[in-house]
């Protein structure tokens, strides 16, 4: 990644990240509650036998109560687990419980890594991926981190198969972007729902 993009990058992370963290705890629960009303209106949602959601973290996108949701209409939950911090590859596991999931060492929540119970699921057994971002941009590109775990993840998993989550101030008209970045096929907001063509 040339030294421009990384700069480019990292000022949208500073930008989105100030906004998301100007949310109170009220606003956000009752954006993602919209957000949700928008993904159980998907009929690839409404289809899906197992779906991928991440455990929200901060100020991102509530997530608890849409698993929850997910596990009473029977549906198979996985959620993302990083085995190393030092490679950051990652993994979906799969949960029956909220409670499944403990804090790491580095402040996220994922499966006990240490648990003998980890049941990892291989990506073409899953129906659709949830993915939170700081910024999006109308034509599906998403700027996370930059760690590049879900970019890396994401890569042999089919476009149609990857919705993001967001507010709606977290979706812009243009981000940069470098080769290795993978798109969303939907973008969901409290306020509309964005589909994406591949390009």
């Known amino acids: 990644m040339s030294g421009y993009l990384e700069s480019e990058k990292r000022k949208i ?4 990240l100030a906004l998301r963290n100007r949310m109170d705890a009220d606003s956000a629960a009752v954006c993602s509650a919209g957000i949700f009303a928008g993904i159980k209106k998907l009929s690839a949602y409404e289809k899906a036998k197992t779906v991928m959601f991440y455990l929200s973290y901060d100020s991102e996108v509530v997530t608890d109560f849409m698993i929850n949701s997910a596990f009473g209409s029977g549906k198979i939950v996985v959620i993302p687990l990083i085995k190393n911090f030092i490679d950051e590859e990652m993994y979906a596991v799969k949960i029956s419980r909220l ?20 049941n990892i699921v291989e990506k073409d057994n899953i129906d659709l991926v949830f993915v939170p971002g700081l910024a999006f941009d109308i034509k599906g590109h998403r700027t996370g981190y930059g760690k590049g775990c879900y970019d890396r993840w994401l890569k042999s998993v089919p476009f149609e ?18 080769e290795y970045d993978i798109p969303v096929s939907i973008i969901v907001t409290e306020k509309r729902v964005i589909q994406i063509k591949e390009n």
Do not use: M, W
Request: charged share 20%; glycine share 8%.
């Open 99 to 118: 409670e499944d999931a403990c804090l790491s060492v580095y402040g996220i929540r994922q499966p006990d890594i240490n648990s003998v119970n980890i």
């Open 13 to 16: 992370r500073h930008e989105f």
């Open 161 to 178: 198969k990857i919705v993001g989550l967001a507010y709606d101030f977290q979706v812009t008209k243009q981000l940069p972007i470098g």
